[in-house]
């Protein structure tokens, strides 16, 4: 409606008014009467873009709830849950940290919802809460090396997600400043991987793929601090990290931060 906007922590969302400054509305508070009894906090939070009473949030158990403000004030029961059950035999200790959901965005009209939790990227209908209708693989290959993400950290690196403005694609970050872009219609096998970086034409050849038939374009890297090997055999780097990313609303163009630079991608 353009008069208000929501904040998130961990424990709560607030609801502020552009004319109020000095106090917010909580509308989410997830917080226990025992904090040894929390479970889960929220790890995003964004309204939908075209009805004003609806906004969904993800928690670092891996669901993403909608909820309605017209229901109560305060919004401790959500109007529709989104979670994908993990199959009990897959069950590890990494289980829960790479459920956990970094980043959840709502498509243009509003109808699907982007969520990327540290392997996958997830598009949900929100008609439809019995689970997600697409997902791609961004970190597939980092499984065998979990126990060395989690040692380092990297494990709990916050990747964001977005959309193009026409819904089409979807994009990512991920290790030694790269970015993937996947095609999100059914059926499409779109799948690109960019470098940010002052040249990315200068490392770059076409490969073969050996994922699903998908064009990936295959990112020729020097050795990193962090010596391995990604899918396409590329070595990758964990301390060179691509965490935020935007899609221009209405043109093809993305803006990625890779360490103290800001690119700019146009298609």
């Not at 993403?64 to 029961?77: G, K, V």
């Not at 709990?156 to 997600?161: G, H, M, T, V």
């Not at 499409?188 to 994922?211: D, F, G, H, W, Y």
């Not at 931060?257 to 146009?266: E, G």
């Amino acid at each position: 409606d353009g008069e208000t906007f929501i904040s998130a922590d961990d424990l709560r969302i607030n609801l502020w008014n552009l004319e109020i400054s000095n106090q917010s509305f909580n509308i989410v508070d997830v917080k226990p009467a025992n904090m040894e009894d929390l479970t889960e906090v929220i790890t995003s939070a964004e309204f939908h873009p075209t009805h004003c009473n609806t906004l969904a949030y993800s928690s670092s158990k891996g669901s993403i709830r909608l909820i309605d403000l017209r229901q109560s004030a305060l919004c401790d029961r959500h109007s529709k849950l989104f979670e994908e059950q993990e199959s009990p035999g897959s069950r590890s200790f990494f289980t829960e940290i790479i459920a956990s959901i970094s980043d959840i965005k709502f498509a243009r009209d509003g109808r699907y919802i982007l969520s990327r939790d540290y392997m996958t990227l997830k598009l949900w209908d929100i008609n439809m809460d019995s689970g997600p209708v697409s997902t791609f693989q961004v970190h597939e290959y980092l499984r065998p090396r979990l126990c060395d993400l989690y040692e380092n950290d990297s494990i709990f690196d916050k990747f964001e997600c977005c959309l193009s403005g026409d819904g089409q694609r979807i994009a990512t970050g991920s290790y030694s400043n790269l970015f993937r872009v996947f095609g999100s219609s059914p059926g499409s096998t779109e799948a690109t991987t960019l470098e940010a970086s002052k040249n990315p034409m200068r490392r770059q050849v076409q490969t073969p793929s050996r994922s699903l038939s998908s064009s990936i374009t295959r990112v020729v890297r020097r050795g990193g601090e962090s010596p391995g090997n990604d899918v396409n055999g590329n070595s990758f780097d964990f301390t060179t990290k691509l965490l935020h990313l935007a899609w221009h609303p209405t043109e093809n163009s993305i803006a990625c931060a890779a360490a103290n630079s800001l690119y700019m991608y146009y298609a």
